[in-house]
């Protein structure tokens, strides 16, 4: 079952439309109303994109991390974002922590709000 929370592997479009690669990605929730469609989050290992104060890296000495099916420190870009339909996700690898999806959940929030 997918859920909040979860590393999934996608083939995250890129900014231009060009076609985008395989990567993981944070399923951040299920949109409203009957589609099966999900935001979520590209994550990356190029940790030098990081948007300062914004983004969220995941260490392999966190507490999540061996659970996250990430395989190097990773960088959640919370800016990068993407709305998919369930069928196209190419299943989960991993999970973070529900306090990790949290703080990420905020910071996104604030972001939209504009604060």
Do not use: Y
Request: net charge positive; proline share 3%.
């Amino acid at each position: 079952m997918i859920k909040s929370g979860q590393v999934i592997l996608f083939n995250f479009p890129q900014t231009n439309q060009e076609q985008g690669k395989l990567r993981p990605a944070l399923l951040l929730e299920k949109t409203p109303g009957s589609h099966p469609d999900w935001l979520l989050c590209m994550i990356s290992s190029q940790l030098h994109h990081e948007v300062k104060g914004f983004d969220e890296t995941i260490h392999e000495s966190d507490e999540d991390f061996s659970d996250s099916g990430l395989k190097t420190t990773s960088l959640i870009r919370i800016g990068r974002l993407a709305v998919v339909e369930e069928n196209l996700l190419l299943g989960a690898i991993g999970k973070i922590s529900s306090q990790r999806l949290k703080r990420i959940r905020l910071k996104l929030a604030k972001w939209i709000r504009g604060r």
